[in-house]
């Protein structure tokens, strides 16, 4: 791991190897962080203004807001022309924000981060460090979950080792989406247009040369978490059914099973019937096994639901946002083309 030293020594030398500036874009996905924002300027400032012969853009995802964080990032752009923003037209999630971004961010590299601050900024200068040696994703593995309780911990070291276990790639262990990404790799996220995205997951699928660089998770700067228990269930049902189907093939697995056993079950009762002349008995036995196959039915059922929902909803094909503005222009949809017209006064 480099030290800080080390890393801007590695930059300038790089840099004087290189009288084209690279450029950078920072992609901070945003849902109500406007008491945040000012302070995430402030430091990323002090860090980016240490490395000077790259080019940054700071580019505000606005996901749908519904505090004054929209209004904060104007003043901000306003002042600072470094950075830019792109306002969806409602909430579509962090997933969405982030493909909305890439493919906005017109740069050499992307690094995407968090706007709460758990993403420290200090890591930025030896992300760069790595991409300048030939590394194609940079990515960020925490090496603790600082402020997270006891279930919520091991809940996550619990899906990332089944998600492990049955997924057809490997997928990086409490690595998030912060991490720097080449223009290669950007260009390829870009490709995948799904609807149900689990971000994740992609930025394991299409491979390239990897670096992880250890760190630990600040707690928010300010504000409250925007992941509840459901956002995070929803979050890993969209992990394990977009890179494996083992739950629908576990299914056809447990009805072999069952099956097996009951065929097995019914002999054995025709056999003691038959030779024994005892009679079949046991009423609330014959409810309790109906009642626990209908379960398993329904549980099967809707895990095959599960995958159908998700073929639906691609064949749909909706674009995977919409935009409100950009900069300052107002989108305009006509047919399959954007178009942006100038608002005047924000």
Known sequence: MYNRHDVFSLIHRNERMNTILDKITLLIPCYNEQE???????????????????????????????????????????????????????????????????????????????????????????????????????????????????????AANTFYSLLQKISTIKIQEHVGDFRLLDRRCVEAIKLMRETQRYTKGIFSWIGYRKKEILFDSALRAAGTTKWSWLKLINLAIEGITSFTTFPLRLSSIAGLVISLISFAYMGWIIFNTLIFGDPVQGFPTLVSIILFLGGIQLIFLGVIGEYLARVFNETKRRPLYLVNEYNGKKSLYRRDRLHFEDQGEN
């Open 36 to 154: 945040v924002l000012e302070q995430l300027w402030l430091r990323l400032n002090t860090i980016l203004g240490e490395i000077s012969a790259v080019s940054f853009e700071i580019l505000f995802i606005n996901d749908g807001s519904t505090d004054n964080t929209l209004h904060v990032i104007k003043k901000l752009a306003a002042q600072h022309p470094q950075i830019s923003y792109l306002d969806l037209s409602r909430n579509f999630g962090k997933e969405l924000a982030m493909i909305a971004g890439l493919d906005y961010a017109d740069s050499d590299a992307v690094i995407i981060m968090d706007a709460d601050l758990q993403h420290p900024p200090e890591l930025i200068p030896e992300m760069i460090a790595y991409w300048k040696e030939g590394y194609d994703d940079v990515c960020a593995k925490r090496r603790q979950r600082t402020g997270e309780s006891f279930i919520r911990r091991w």
